[in-house]
């Protein structure tokens, strides 16, 4: 089993046969949409959320106690490695407790170097530990469904980003769709635990320590921590605040940046909605007469709007636990 790999657990007041019965009726916890059974030794099934799917082989089979996965192939369209799935295992591991029993699912390969890992989590988390459970006690679970693909397929078909780079008034002006409602953009855009989720890869760099005093007037600071270990901070102060549909801050490099120095440039953010979630509009002014600084930072744009694309995708099928609320 590789180390870091997806573990949860949940303890549930069932017998053994009735949770080793549970996990492989896909259709009533995981995804409607599946192919195929998991129901015997050397089965295959496709289990398919949209676009993505996967092809699975039952490997393991022993009754009431443990059963095993392995994803033969994959198709994770939103992910740059489509198939990053391939030749992990999902293990299923069931233990007698006095009042039910202990579900102990490892996703073995699915470890946090993975780009799918961050997202993958706040999935399984959902499907075992909501959808899973509910199913197995009686209630009923919240696998992927039609509602799903219904509104997939009201959202853009390219979540690409349009970027224009208008270098006589020395602004940037991106727009995209994402799938979830403004409140929740909002609060990817603004809440600590969701930028320094989702604004970064590994190998590019990772927003930390984001500190903001959201309010007009109130001052943010965040430091950008890149691959080698080297931190360049950054900081603003946020000029306008309309939840859930306006942001505007000032940006500030906090250290020589190589095309820009340390300028002070004004980010506007639009958030309207739509009738498949939101329609965000960026705006990045403050380049004139720094053409190489603008298309520099208009890639940028590019790539992080493709990052905050893809938390939303995953926002859109596995909800929030907690309400949000305007800022006070």
């Known amino acids: 089993m590789k180390p870091g790999s997806f573990h949860c657990s949940i303890e549930v ?3 053994s046969s009735r949770a ?3 996990i492989s009726q896909i259709k009533n916890w995981w995804t409607t949409h599946v192919e195929g059974n998991a129901s015997k030794l050397n089965d295959i099934f496709i289990p398919r959320f949209g676009e993505t799917y996967s092809t699975i082989q039952v490997t393991e089979w022993e009754k009431n106690q443990k059963v095993v996965w392995h994803v033969v192939d994959s198709w994770l369209h939103v992910l740059s490695n489509k198939k990053e799935w391939n030749g992990t295992d999902m293990i299923w591991e069931i233990s007698p407790l006095k009042d039910g029993v202990e579900i102990q699912m490892t996703h073995d390969g699915l470890i946090p170097s ?16 909501v959808s899973l459970f509910n199913y197995l006690v009686g209630k009923e679970g919240a696998p992927f469904t039609d509602i799903h693909l219904t509104k997939q397929e009201t959202k853009s078909k390219d979540p690409e980003a349009v970027i224009f780079v208008d270098n006589k008034e020395g602004k940037i002006m991106a727009e995209t769709d994402l799938p979830i409602e403004p409140q929740f953009v909002f609060r990817a855009l603004t809440d600590s635990n969701e930028i320094e989720h989702w604004w970064g890869a590994d190998n590019v760099y990772r927003m930390t320590n984001w500190r903001a005093d959201l309010r007009p007037g109130g001052n943010y600071s965040v430091a950008v921590r890149t691959p080698d270990g080297q931190i360049f901070p ?6 306008e605040i309309e939840f859930p549909n306006k942001i505007v801050h000032t940006r500030i490099y906090n250290w020589d940046h190589p095309t820009l120095g340390r300028r002070e440039t004004i980010i506007h953010y639009q958030l309207d909605p739509i009738p498949s979630g939101t329609h965000l509009k960026v705006i990045h002014e ?12 208009a890639e940028g744009w590019k790539r992080v709007l493709r990052w905050l694309y893809k938390h939303s995708y ?3 099928y596995f909800p929030k636990k907690n309400a949000v609320k305007s800022p006070s």
Request: a negative charge.
């Open 234 to 239: 950054a900081s603003g102060k946020f000029i």
């Open 314 to 316: 995953y926002n859109f």
């Open 20 to 22: 080793f019965e549970g």
């Open 13 to 15: 007041p069932v017998t």
């Open 286 to 297: 403050g380049f004139t007469e720094s053409s190489e600084a603008a298309i520099e930072h």
């Open 114 to 129: 993975l780009e799918c890992f961050a997202n993958c989590e706040i999935g399984w988390d959902f499907f075992v530990k």
